[in-house]
């Protein structure tokens, strides 16, 4: 076993940092105008000459005194309106007949044939205006209820709406964003969060000047996005993100329609970001769950939640799907794979439901799975995950025969003098051992406790394999049940020096504590 001297490390101290409790994965970090509608023209009596003549309105070009016509400027050319008598040329004068001479008569028989042509034209003019909008030369049918019409093409759906309609289904028999927004908007809830707060605040050193004891009270801390997953045992769970609920005290359900229940924690387990809450009430509507095994990229996708908070609750927004089964890690202890989508996921439509274009749930989504360094791109846990950890949150508290070593730890780039450490240990054959976990605690029930492990020793490979990142050992894990032993290589740091020894350790039950 070979001395590591040319950078020596202080043994008498542990690796220098800022230790953080944690139970196998990293902490949730929570923290007018008006409209006057127009007024139907009113017929007007042309005017009309000294001897009863009626005169037309022509428009001459030039200086003419008078306003401006259509909003131009003083100065500028003018169209000002002239009378002249009917029949006369617009805009040039007509000499009047010579003194004793008759004026010509017009011919009654041409104006009779121009009078019958100008009413055939008009009858078939309205007759067209007639046709069109009762739809029977479009072969459209219109309804028409409080002034609005929907058209309904076949083979496609519509929604009424202000003005006109929206199709809800297209050619192929598929929703639209508004036929999965109609399906599926009920289904979708609002959260707040509630946390205890102590009533004195610490105003600069002081507490607060209020008159209350100093009991702990409620505030809302947080807001997310939630679906109505099902109802049973007289009530109904709404599924969520283990991040948005995990920190709170009590919660508030607000539905699409307004109404508000308080909720309960069921269960939260932040290695899949899902969580659960049940509220005291039946007959909602719940959302349907496909299989997100059979998902396709580029597939269209529609996310519904509360972007930003209550404020915006139930937007919509929509996408595709750009990759499916991505593996993703996070601060939030999120380490699974998930569907990766360009439709807008924001702050407060974590736990909010992706939906393909049927209106069923394919995913949870969750806008803290990835670092917010990315623009463009949404995650969501894909919903054959997320349906297994719900149900067994519901029927366990926690997800069963997921299994653990029982240790609580920190990760070795979080001390100060991790590339000392780093590099000592490539020097041992552990090369790039960045996922090297150092052990906080030691949990009683741990196969560990009997075997001389104690806090600072540091786990860096499971089963021959160096600790790289921490995925080697959520793998391993995730491959492995309770009862089932692995290996662990231990290393520890003794008079400036690390040494390594190996261990069996039998896994227990992670029931979530």
């Known amino acids: 076993m070979s001395d590591y001297e040319q950078n020596p490390i202080n043994g008498s101290q542990p690796p220098q940092g800022d230790s953080q409790s944690n139970t196998g994965y990293t902490p949730y970090q929570q923290p007018g105008t008006y ?103 479009s072969g459209d049918k219109e309804e028409k209820t409080d002034g609005t019409s929907t058209s309904q093409d076949s083979g496609s759906d519509t929604q009424t709406v202000s003005g006109g309609s929206v199709a809800t289904k297209d050619d192929s028999g598929n929703l639209t964003v508004a036929g999965v927004a109609k399906k599926a908007m009920d289904s979708c809830v609002g959260i707040t969060v509630y946390s205890k707060q102590n009533s004195y605040s610490n105003f600069y ?49 607000t539905l699409n329609n307004g109404k508000e229940y308080t909720a309960t924690m069921v269960g939260a387990d932040s290695q899949t970001d899902i969580g659960v809450l049940s509220i005291e009430a039946t007959g909602l ?13 580029g597939e269209q996708v529609v996310a519904i939640g509360c972007p930003g908070g209550l404020e915006f609750k139930n937007s919509v927004t929509s996408g595709y799907i750009s990759a499916l089964d991505r593996p993703v890690e996070s601060s939030i202890g999120y380490d699974n794979e998930c569907i990766q989508t360009d439709a807008a996921i924001n702050p407060g439509n974590s736990g909010g439901a992706l939906f393909n274009m049927q209106g069923q749930v394919i995913g949870i989504n969750s806008s803290k799975i990835a670092s917010t360094e990315y623009e463009g791109m949404g995650f969501a846990v894909p919903s054959s995950t997320a349906v297994d950890t719900a149900n067994s949150l519901i029927k366990n508290g926690y997800v069963a025969g997921r299994a653990k070593i029982g240790v609580t730890y920190n990760t070795i780039t979080s001390y ?80 400036n020096q690390i040494k390594t020894f190996k261990v069996d350790c039998k896994l227990i039950e992670n029931k979530g504590n």
Do not use: W
């Open 285 to 297: 509507q719940a959302a349907t769950f496909a299989d997100s095994k059979s998902l396709t990229v």
């Open 205 to 253: 050193g002081y507490g607060s000047n209020s008159s209350s004891d100093s009991s702990d009270n409620q505030q809302a801390s947080g807001e997310g996005s939630g679906v109505i997953m099902k109802e049973a045992n007289g009530k109904t769970y709404i599924m969520t993100c283990a991040h948005v609920i995990a920190d709170g005290s009590s919660f508030k359900v």
């Open 416 to 495: 100060n003098n991790a590339d000392a450490i780093l590099s000592a240990l490539t020097e041992k054959g552990f090369k790039n051992a960045k996922g090297t976990m150092v052990i906080n605690q030691v949990s009683s029930d741990s196969d560990l406790a009997g075997k001389q492990v104690k806090q600072y020793d540091m786990i860096v490979a499971v089963n021959g394999k160096t600790m790289t990142s921490t995925d080697v050992m959520t793998q391993v894990l995730s491959d492995s049940k309770p009862g089932d032993t692995i290996k662990l290589t231990i290393a520890r740091i003794e008079n």
């Open 35 to 137: 409209y006057t509608p127009p007024q139907p023209e009113q017929p007007q009596t042309p005017p009309t000459g000294d001897n009863g003549t009626t005169y037309h309105y022509a428009y001459h070009s030039g200086n003419q005194p008078g306003a401006a016509y259509n909003g131009q400027q003083a100065g500028a050319a003018d169209h000002t309106a002239q009378a002249q008598p009917t029949g006369q040329t617009y805009g040039t004068p007509t000499e009047p007949p010579e003194p004793g001479k008759p004026e010509k008569k017009k011919n009654k028989k041409t104006i009779t044939i121009v009078v019958s042509v100008l009413v055939v034209c008009v009858v078939i003019a309205v007759t067209g205006i007639v046709l069109a909008a009762t739809g029977v030369l």
